[in-house]
């Protein structure tokens, strides 16, 4: 385990969604990065599971700004699902663009991904399946609102 862990997040696997209670993931963990392509990042969050034998074993690490920004991702949208539904297709073909976000100098666009073959069919499934995670999402939202709110980011 790796010995610049700062925060931990134990019994995770009692918390994580639909696999609240049978999840392999045991434990999340923020800290030093360990992974050698994360190095030149100060604070990396990390993944634990656990081995066949037992033992946990780090699964995924992530840099924190990677964390961010796969929320703002999410967030957005989460945002652009709510009125999707006044879209015939759930997306506008012509303008597949939802946002482009601006960020450390550049910009992140997000897109519906118009390359995928079976977008119509899989926006389709996605947009439900958004509705069907609805409570469990909607309860992360609100303690990460509670929690910006505190933090005066609002």
């Known amino acids: 385990m790796n010995k610049k862990i700062v925060m931990t997040a134990d019994g995770y696997d009692h918390i994580d969604g639909r696999n609240a209670y049978q999840s392999e993931i045991k434990k999340l963990t923020l800290g030093a990065p360990v992974l050698e392509e994360n190095k030149k990042m100060q604070i990396a969050a990390q993944i634990w599971k656990e081995s066949s034998d037992g033992q946990l074993k ?60 079976n977008i119509n069919e899989d926006i389709q499934a996605f947009s439900q399946a958004l509705n069907d995670l609805g409570e469990i999402n909607g309860e992360r939202l609100r303690v990460l609102t509670r929690i910006l709110e505190e933090m005066e980011y609002y």
């Not at 796969?70 to 939802?98: Q, W």
């Open 58 to 117: 780090m699964d995924t690490e992530l840099p924190i700004h990677q964390i961010f920004d796969l929320m703002i991702f999410l967030s957005r949208t989460l945002l652009y699902f709510k009125e999707a539904y006044r879209l015939p297709l759930l997306y506008d073909p012509e303008k597949p663009t939802v946002e482009r976000v601006g960020i450390q100098g550049g910009v992140m666009p997000i897109a519906v991904c118009t390359e995928n073959p």
